[in-house]
């Protein structure tokens, strides 16, 4: 199993920007989907963003325009570029791959972002 290492969450004001970055302990290439689940204090996690080996991709409405995510298959890598941050974007962010974003084999441990106003 892939052990997936979170990094780039902080604390930014809002209107500012984050790049989150997702490593994996083993090659993705083979693996289809990729993605960004977050959970915010007392809410349900929801998929924030999520791409696939073909190139297809899935956001949230709410990030929509704000958030990109990418991966780097030569760097077993995923990105999560988070622009204009909103207060309701403060959450914990987690990694996700696997054959589906909605089931994913592998979690990593998340990073925290918090958005001051």
């Known amino acids: 199993q892939v052990q997936l290492v979170e990094s780039g969450g902080g604390l930014v004001q809002a209107g500012g920007s984050l790049r989150l970055s997702c490593y994996a302990s083993g090659s993705i290439f083979s693996i289809n989907a990729v993605g960004w689940y977050r959970q915010a204090p007392g809410k349900q996690r929801e998929l924030v963003a999520g791409t696939t080996s073909s190139g297809s991709t899935n956001y949230l409405d709410s990030v929509k325009g704000r958030f990109t995510i990418s991966r780097d298959n030569t760097k077993n890598t995923v990105y999560l570029q988070m622009n204009s941050l909103k207060r309701e974007d403060t959450a914990v962010y987690y990694c996700?791959?696997?054959?589906?974003?909605?089931?994913?084999?592998?979690w990593g441990q998340g990073t925290q972002v918090t958005v001051s106003s």
């Open positions: 996700v791959v696997g054959k589906s974003w909605f089931r994913p084999d592998s």
